[in-house]
């Protein structure tokens, strides 16, 4: 046999080992080919006049006979799995490759695509489908009586059936949606769209083996991924350079060769051709050589897809704040850069952060300035959005997949937000509490995985640690910190309308708008300052200290709610001074709120630490009764008010702490709709000695008020 010219060399690939499922899919085709071959002589046939149609009843064609695959292999294809030698006078060959053609899929009579075509589509799914079960023993297994294969990333198509018969299926086999009670040949149950629990179980009461096609993983059904229930699960094999070159061969060659050498370095990584959508590699497929395909599949990976604009940066993120949760996440950016350098080993850095606080505070924004710091990925979840997928099995799978995300693209951040909504083992709630057990073993199950995936750092959020999170999620191991995220100070706040107004605002009218705007959280400063920028564009008139405070909701003074903010904020840090002196770190008014910073009154958790924490808290009330002659409702509100801590207080020592009514005994924590008559009156009565107290204090003391 003629051999190439040295201006032609072979490709490399071409004699090398092939993959694992290579030959498995050449029989596949094979068997694909015949029967596409025997479907089209009968239609010549028929079209012709020359002969009737078979039927061996129901309404279709009898299945044309089929062979074994060896017995259907042209020369040229088994010449191509064992060798790459040249089948072209060497003269020829040149000529072909001087054309742009490609010698290696050119045949003898100059044909450069087989006799019958076939579809693309099919020939990349038989590849994916071989390349997922391996080899013919790996498909055969799914075949056995009892068998229940599901294949996640298969979309259930109406002709995946037609292709798997003439494909892949044993004679005599076929598929249908569901097994009838009787069939006089061997089936494979293959549902031709996805399947409720209830139709699913109907399946599984026939013995005939079932394939399960699953879109995504997370609509897997509850009960399996586990391999408990003896299904086997696969994940369709994703398109590849080897799966691509696989079909090229098929769809852009007489011979079944392409030259694979030029065609795989033009095309992108893997991971680039996964993502490619159908659409857009069909388009690409209609070049008319193998390299054309690989050229035009380049060009399209290497453009943003619509929609996307890359991010720019004028340089890292700079976290600014001099709160603790501030200082923790440049802590861990300072850590996460010594990993990197080699200068501190996984186990020695703290690689998890919770941050709990008010809505709108910056919780995902302080995320996403840890990753642009760290200059590393960011991977968002939502334990609501998860939760929303559907049932259990789909919610773990959900969860399951992002922190699989997570895990692939370390280094990086995985944000998890609304963390809270995962629940505890342990609330008082009977209902449902099997859904939230396993709810919350598998979001501790991905947190201990996490732990042994070097360069994830974990940053959890939720508005409030409450008795709704499970104990296990907070303890040291799962997160390394809980840190607090505390509204804007007046100096963030001027910070942030300084960065946006300096040139259209004074300083002092920037200093007096922080000063009202004391209490908003960042997210509604943000929402108010485009509001207002929007505006005052569509009305051609300047920016002012006016328009903002209308989208802020901030009304001038009012002088007399000004002076009971104050009287109230007073009583909590005169309090909280002459109790636990040292403890006032800072104390803030706005012209609708105030609150008081403080340390934790907190060491050894006795009845007269708790019993001093309830004094202070109920200390604003006293000082607006003993100065303003009575009291007004800012105290109670919401989950973080004066009342809403201290009647907790009182609560947990008498049914957690083993400090109140109930002696020892721990009675799991309360929930408020369902108090009993007398824990309420027990409430009551202990806050009202608190204030009956206050109402006792010296004369110096109403002079310090």
């Known amino acids: 046999m003629a051999q190439p010219s040295s201006q032609s060399p072979l490709p490399k690939k071409n004699g090398a080992k092939r993959p694992q499922w290579w030959a498995f899919a050449q029989d596949c085709i094979a068997r694909l080919r015949a029967t596409e071959t025997n479907?089209?002589?009968?239609?010549?046939?028929?079209?012709?006049?020359?002969?009737?149609?078979?039927?061996?009843?129901?309404?279709?064609?009898?299945?044309?006979?089929?062979?074994?695959?060896?017995?259907?292999?042209?020369?040229?294809?088994?010449?191509?799995?064992?060798?790459?030698?040249?089948?072209?006078?060497?003269?020829?060959?040149?000529?072909?490759?001087?054309?742009?053609?490609?010698?290696?899929?050119?045949a003898a009579n100059g044909s450069t695509r087989a006799a019958i075509p076939l579809p693309l589509r099919d020939v990349i799914l038989v590849a994916r489908l071989a390349a997922t079960f391996r080899n013919a023993e790996g498909w055969e297994a799914c075949l056995q009586p009892g068998a229940l294969t599901v294949v996640v990333g298969l979309e259930p198509p109406l002709s995946l059936g037609k292709l798997l018969t003439g494909a892949m299926l044993p004679n005599g086999w076929s598929t249908q949606s569901r097994a009838p009670r009787s069939a006089p040949h061997p089936v494979l149950q293959l549902p031709d769209r996805p399947v409720m629990e209830k139709e699913l179980e109907r399946l599984l009461h026939h013995p005939a083996p079932i394939l399960l096609p699953v879109g995504r993983q997370e609509h897997l059904p509850a009960p399996f991924g586990t391999g408990e229930t003896g299904e086997r699960v696969l994940v369709l094999e994703k398109v590849n350079a080897d799966i691509l070159l696989f079909a090229l061969g098929v769809s852009h060659s007489a011979t079944g060769r392409i030259d694979e050498e030029s065609v795989r370095a033009m095309l992108p990584d893997d991971e680039s051709l996964a993502s490619l959508e159908a659409g857009h590699l069909a388009m690409a497929c209609r070049a008319p050589t193998a390299q054309g395909v690989a050229k035009r599949i380049s060009l399209m990976t290497k453009a943003a897809p619509a929609g996307v604009v890359a991010r720019e940066r004028s340089g890292p993120a700079i976290i600014d704040g001099a709160t603790p949760v501030h200082e923790a996440v440049r802590n861990i950016v300072a850590d996460l850069a010594a990993w990197q350098a080699g200068e501190l080993d996984w186990s020695e850095m703290s690689r998890s952060l919770l941050i709990h606080g008010a809505p709108g505070t910056g919780k995902t924004y302080l995320a996403r300035q840890l990753a642009e710091a760290a200059d590393i990925a960011l991977v968002e979840g939502s334990c609501a959005d998860w939760q929303a997928q559907g049932h259990l099995g789909h919610m773990l799978a959900a969860m399951i997949k992002c922190f699989d995300e997570a895990a692939a693209k370390a280094p990086c951040v995985l944000f998890v937000d609304e963390i809270d909504a995962v629940g505890s083992r342990f609330g008082g709630d009977q209902h449902g509490m099997s859904?939230?057990?396993?709810?919350?073993?598998?979001?501790?199950?991905?947190?201990?995985?996490?732990?042994?995936?070097?360069?994830?750092?974990?940053?959890?959020?939720?508005?409030?640690?409450?008795?709704?999170?499970?104990?296990?999620?907070?303890?040291?191991?799962?997160?390394?910190?809980?840190?607090?995220?505390?509204?804007?100070?007046?100096?963030?706040i001027s910070r942030i309308l300084g960065k946006l107004l300096a040139d259209k605002l004074s300083e002092s009218a920037i200093d007096t708008l922080a000063r009202a705007a004391v209490g908003k959280p960042s997210a509604e400063l943000d929402a108010a300052l485009r509001a207002a920028t929007a505006d005052a564009r569509r009305q051609r008139l300047p920016m002012s200290s006016d328009l903002l405070r209308r989208h802020l909701g901030i009304d001038q003074p009012n002088p007399e709610l000004l002076r009971r903010i104050a009287v109230h904020e007073a009583g909590h840090a005169l309090a909280a001074e002459l109790l636990v002196p040292g403890s006032v770190v800072k104390l803030s008014l706005s012209d609708r709120d105030g609150w008081t910073e403080r340390r934790s009154t907190f060491a050894e958790f006795t009845v007269e630490e708790i019993e001093t924490e309830l004094l202070i808290l109920m200390s604003g009330c006293a000082a607006e009764r003993l100065v303003l002659g009575d009291i007004s409702g800012g105290a109670g509100e919401d989950r973080e008010s004066d009342l809403a801590l201290a009647t907790s207080l009182v609560l947990q020592m008498d049914r957690e702490l083993g400090l109140g009514c109930n002696g020892d005994g721990w009675l799991r924590p309360s929930e408020m709709q369902r108090l009993t008559e007398q824990e309420k009156q027990r409430v009551r009565a202990k806050l009202g000695r608190r204030n009956a107290r206050h109402m006792h204090c010296s004369d110096r003391e109403r002079t310090l008020l």
């Open 39 to 106: 479907i089209v002589d009968l239609e010549r046939r028929a079209a012709a006049g020359n002969a009737l149609m078979a039927y061996d009843g129901g309404d279709s064609p009898k299945p044309p006979a089929r062979r074994a695959a060896s017995g259907m292999q042209s020369a040229a294809v088994t010449m191509g799995r064992v060798s790459s030698a040249s089948h072209l006078p060497p003269e020829e060959w040149d000529a072909i490759a001087a054309d742009g053609g490609d010698p290696f899929a050119t």
């Open 435 to 492: 859904y939230r057990v396993q709810v919350v073993n598998g979001f501790l199950q991905q947190i201990d995985r996490l732990a042994r995936t070097p360069g994830v750092i974990l940053i959890g959020a939720c508005n409030q640690i409450s008795s709704r999170l499970d104990p296990a999620i907070t303890r040291p191991g799962r997160f390394d910190q809980t840190v607090r995220m505390p509204l804007p100070s007046i100096g963030d």
